[in-house]
């Protein structure tokens, strides 16, 4: 059973729509990282929340912690072509024990 | 010069063969890992190194043999590996010690197929 469910799997949305990302998951989190891997790379960091409630922007990305620090979201707004990519969060449990979710797959059209 | 190089970037072998990946960073950190990346699976950690010293080991099959020679280096040596093994193989840092966010640094990847 995977500690961190991510949803949706895939997504498929037109330029200019917002989208939200979820991370869940019933276990505690010391902290949770988001990241965007494009096709061919590696995963590049975006954000870490460590905080139940905190909520970071990054320009048109908002990533919150859940107050319980066991779920995140990332919503987009005005997607554009260049935001697609494979979404991926993680999170530190136990410590230093540190997992991730399956990812989202976003495409943004034209 | 970027935080974490992977070389080579594609690899193609047969079963038989016996390569390396390579990986290197720049970034000053005292923890390297490497994961394995398959289509429709999770990141899966394989091998985590502190300090040059190896902490964690994920039941990864003895086909895939690791080696640290220092904080900034390491390598993942491959032997005999199965077509079930083609993936993406990332490299991954961190700094360690204090409070423990989980971030890491990833390379490019080095993409394998197994024929």
């Known amino acids: 059973t995977q500690l961190l469910e991510q949803s949706p799997q895939f997504l498929s949305i037109q330029e200019g729509e917002n989208l939200t990302v979820y991370c869940n998951s019933s276990s505690v989190f010391s902290s949770l990282q988001w990241y965007r891997q494009e096709p061919g790379e590696g995963p590049v960091l975006l954000v870490t929340?460590?905080?139940?409630?905190e909520v970071k922007k990054l320009k048109r990305l908002t990533f919150q912690f859940g107050d319980a620090r066991k779920d995140s979201s990332l919503h987009i707004t005005a997607a554009q072509p260049g935001d697609t990519g494979l979404y991926l969060c993680?999170?530190?449990?136990?410590?230093?024990?540190?997992?991730f979710g399956g990812g989202t797959r976003l495409m943004v059209k034209p | 010069e970027t935080g974490v190089t992977q070389t080579p970037r594609h690899l193609v072998m047969g079963m038989t063969n016996k390569k390396s990946l390579k990986c290197e960073q720049h970034l000053g950190h005292n923890a390297m890992y490497w994961y394995k990346q398959s289509a429709k699976k999770p990141l899966e950690l394989m091998f985590v190194y502190n300090f040059k010293e190896q902490t964690e080991n994920n039941s990864v099959p003895s086909r895939f043999s690791p080696e640290c020679p220092n904080s900034s280096h390491l390598f993942l040596h491959l032997h005999t590996l199965q077509p079930e093994d083609s993936a993406l193989y990332l490299c991954?840092?961190?700094?360690?010690?204090?409070?423990?966010?989980?971030?890491?640094?990833f390379g490019e990847g080095s993409r394998l197929t197994v024929l």
């Open positions: 991954a840092s961190s700094q360690v010690g204090g409070y423990y966010t989980g971030e890491l640094f």
């Open positions: 993680a999170g530190v449990y136990a410590g230093n024990m540190l997992t």
């Open positions: 929340v460590v905080t139940g409630g």
